[in-house]
């Protein structure tokens, strides 16, 4: 199949994030019927579009453009904005030995979104942008 791209460009409002989900899902949807691929897929945007909102953006105005590639049963997602540089594959991943009464709220986007998909990378652009990008192989 060629290589296909679909985009969507949103404000950074946790109010997007229906928007969000849509685009993603109907997207993912023309090229598998798999609904745990989907749902995977979902979800990991999902949370990684918060962080961006709550944590990048601290819930003030920005931007975020959605871009997703499907070439060769690998569907790309890139998640780009202007929020301050953060490069979330450096983060530890959580300890299990810890118990769950000393654990903070929260702190598990990261790992959801690593075990959500095959691949999450990170880069700045050359416009000062930051690009996460989450990868899924997706059964022929």
């Not at 871009?67 to 979330?88: C, G, H, M, V, W």
């Not at 959500?116 to 990008?133: F, K, M, S, V, W």
């Amino acid at each position: 199949m060629a290589k296909t791209t679909t985009r969507l460009q949103i404000t950074a409002h946790l109010d997007e994030l229906v928007q969000v989900r849509q685009f993603v899902e109907e997207t993912a949807v023309s090229f598998t019927n798999d609904p745990q691929v989907i749902s995977d897929i979902v979800l990991a945007v999902d949370e990684a579009v918060t962080n961006i909102i709550q944590h990048g953006y601290q819930l003030q105005a920005g931007s975020i453009e959605i871009s997703i590639n499907y070439q060769s049963n690998r569907l790309e997602i890139r998640l780009r904005d202007n929020a301050p540089a953060f490069d979330p594959t450096q983060m530890a991943p959580p300890d299990p030995d810890i118990p769950l009464s000393q654990r903070r709220p929260g702190g598990l986007g990261v790992h959801m979104m690593r075990q959500l998909t095959d691949d999450l990378q990170y880069q700045p652009l050359a416009d000062g942008r930051n690009e996460l990008i989450l990868i899924k192989q997706i059964e022929a």
